[in-house]
């Protein structure tokens, strides 16, 4: 603590640094006047209930303008008891000075509840009006009106204040974001079902086939399948999933193998032969050739090359070679983990033709 200041709101006490000592008699007695006339007035109250205003109207200018005058008024009116006891104004107004020097050079003193003489804000101003002998006579009564018609200005602005206009919600985004939330639901429940759940949903992909079942299912084998079934029956559930999906709806997200040949050749196998297949058909889409130059990217980048141009020929909209799996990445660097598997397989010119 550097400065003098009262401190408290109902049981208020005067609090002065170590230095204190080393003031002089006329300097002891000015503090003590100053920081008594806070307490006889009542201002650390006053105070504590304009910060109480601004933190509630914190988005109000008039409010941060209130506590700063009332501030300045409780230390007018205290400089006014000071030089009313008979301190000479000179000396008071170096007072004032080294105090709010040794405040600015130790800083760090808690402003809550507290009133020290060095506050106020406007230093410059009080000094020239007590060197100037204008040191305003305001009495309790009318620093307490003052105060009031603040308050009643500040409730007339706020009440004045227009309502802001409701904001006018995006349909588009308001969908994406419904979206987002449901698909989110989604990938949470499915990763948390039981084992009784899984198989029973498993059966019933066995039926239908669809999407929506075997996106579920995949989630879970991904997220906690191996934890719950065990490696082997987690991957051969996957893989049958997996491949009821590359037969039947090979333009499908959910087409995409996750794992590397030799954790799986046997389903690795069967999903190169269908793809095949696909690919074969001269008519099948852009969509279905990338898909399987992703698949075969891993294995046969020179394959998957030339599925990919292929699929450009049908749909130049469609997918591209400098997305599909990383492909020329991982012809020129071998950016697979399974770097057995990254060398170019050679297609012949009949193969090529036929993709």
Not at 219 to 238: I, K, S
């Amino acid at each position: 603590m550097s400065a003098p200041c009262a401190v408290g709101v109902w049981r208020a006490h005067v609090v002065v640094p170590r230095t204190w000592r080393t003031w002089s008699r006329a300097g002891r007695d000015a503090v003590l006047a100053h920081e008594l006339a806070h307490v006889q007035r009542r201002d650390l109250l006053v105070a504590f209930a304009t910060r109480v205003n601004r933190a509630v109207f914190w988005f109000h200018p008039v409010a941060w303008w209130l506590e700063r005058r009332i501030a300045a008024t409780a230390e007018q009116a205290c400089d006014e008891v000071v030089l009313s006891s008979g301190q000479d104004p000179q000396r008071y107004a170096s007072l004032l000075v080294d105090m709010a020097t040794a405040l600015k050079s130790r800083s760090g003193r808690v402003a809550w509840q507290s009133i020290g003489m060095a506050d106020g804000g406007d230093l410059e101003s009080r000094v020239d009006r007590v060197l100037a002998g204008e040191v305003p006579r305001l009495s309790r009564w009318r620093a307490a009106g003052v105060m009031c018609m603040s308050a009643a200005a500040l409730v007339v602005a706020v009440a004045c204040q227009q309502a802001p206009a409701a904001l006018t919600p995006n349909p588009e985004v308001t969908a994406e974001i419904e979206d987002y939330q449901a698909r989110e639901a989604k990938w949470k429940a499915d990763k948390t079902m039981t084992l009784e759940q899984v198989n029973a949903m498993a059966e019933a992909f066995a039926d239908k086939k669809d999407s929506e079942t075997a996106q579920s299912l995949l989630t879970f084998y991904m997220e906690r399948g191996q934890a719950l079934m065990g490696w082997n029956a987690m991957v051969a559930a996957r893989r049958t999933v997996l491949l009821s999906m590359i037969e039947q709806k090979p333009e499908s997200s959910l087409t995409h193998w996750p794992i590397e040949p030799r954790f799986d050749p046997t389903g690795w196998a069967e999903a190169k032969r269908l793809w095949l297949a696909h690919v074969a058909n001269q008519d099948v889409t852009a969509k279905v050739r990338g898909n399987a130059a992703t698949f075969f990217g891993r294995t046969e980048p020179a394959r998957a090359e030339q599925l990919l141009l292929r699929a450009v020929t049908i749909d130049a909209d469609g997918p591209q070679p400098r997305i599909a799996g990383g492909l020329y990445s991982t012809v020129i660097i071998g950016a697979t983990s399974d770097n057995d598997n990254t060398r170019v397989t050679e297609v012949s010119r009949e193969e090529a033709d036929g993709m």
